[in-house]
């Protein structure tokens, strides 16, 4: 069984500081780790993904996370966040041996950036 | 636009009414999955589809089924509808279903039931 784990509800960052939301998983295997962004109304999009290699992943937007498998972690970074950043990211994660495997979403972490 | 093409967007019905989601993939996708959004459940998986194929089951209802046709388009069919089913609906399509490809998702389906 696989599962990811959001363990804010919401994180508060002021506008032109760092971000970072929080990402642990467990899979039986190897995983595929994946972020998405939500805006109000709207549906997911598709942020990066870890695969293989390189653990520090870069993606849209300026974002990037880190794999670390020995903590079981990938979290998402902003070195310097917007306002316009302020949303539900969901962290979410495969099992590599899985070939039909669904990706399981954690919770989602609001992040409000005050200007 | 994602690609993904959800409708309609919003839907309001009464209590043991029945209702139809569509779904159209993004061009060159075969699989297609359905989620619930709900305040109190977060993103729950439903069900995939693979080229017209189940592949996958979550926590679907009995009351709930699903279907993908011959032009990949597929469709979430919701009966027997009580309160609690009112959520936020999304389909999202990959290439081919497979560990490593992300999704592509909807704009999702707002049904409400009254």
């Known amino acids: 069984a696989q599962s990811v784990a959001q363990p804010e509800d919401q994180v508060n960052v002021a506008e032109g500081n760092p971000l970072t939301v929080k990402c642990t998983y467990s899979?039986?295997?190897?995983?595929?780790l994946f972020w998405y962004v939500q805006y109000p109304n709207r549906g997911l999009q598709f942020l990066l993904k870890?695969?293989?290699?390189?653990?520090l992943v870069k993606g849209s937007y300026g974002f990037e996370a880190e794999f670390n498998k020995s903590q079981t972690s990938f979290h998402l970074k902003k070195p310097s966040a917007l306002v316009s950043d302020s949303a539900l990211y969901f962290c979410?994660?495969?099992?590599?041996?899985?070939?039909?495997?669904?990706?399981?979403f954690g919770a989602g972490t609001q992040v409000v950036v005050t200007p | 636009d994602s690609g993904v093409t959800q409708t309609p967007k919003h839907l309001i019905t009464a209590t043991g009414q029945r209702v139809t989601l569509r779904c159209s993939p993004r061009?060159?996708?075969?699989?297609v999955y359905w989620y619930q959004q709900s305040l109190d459940q977060g993103l729950q998986f439903l069900i995939q589809?693979?080229?017209?194929?189940?592949?996958a089951k979550g926590n679907i209802l009995e009351r709930f089924s699903a279907q993908q046709f011959p032009d990949l388009h597929s469709e979430l069919n919701l009966s027997s509808l009580e309160l609690g089913d009112s959520a936020l609906y999304f389909c999202?399509?990959?290439?081919?279903?497979?560990?490593?490809?992300?999704?592509?998702f909807g704009s999702g389906t707002r049904l409400t039931v009254v």
């Open positions: 061009s060159g996708d075969l699989s």
């Open positions: 899979v039986s295997g190897n995983p595929y």
């Open positions: 999202a399509s990959s290439v081919a279903g497979q560990a490593a490809d992300g999704y592509t």
């Open positions: 870890y695969i293989t290699g390189d653990n």
């Open positions: 979410a994660v495969r099992d590599m041996a899985d070939s039909w495997g669904k990706l399981q």
């Open positions: 589809y693979y080229n017209g194929e189940e592949r």
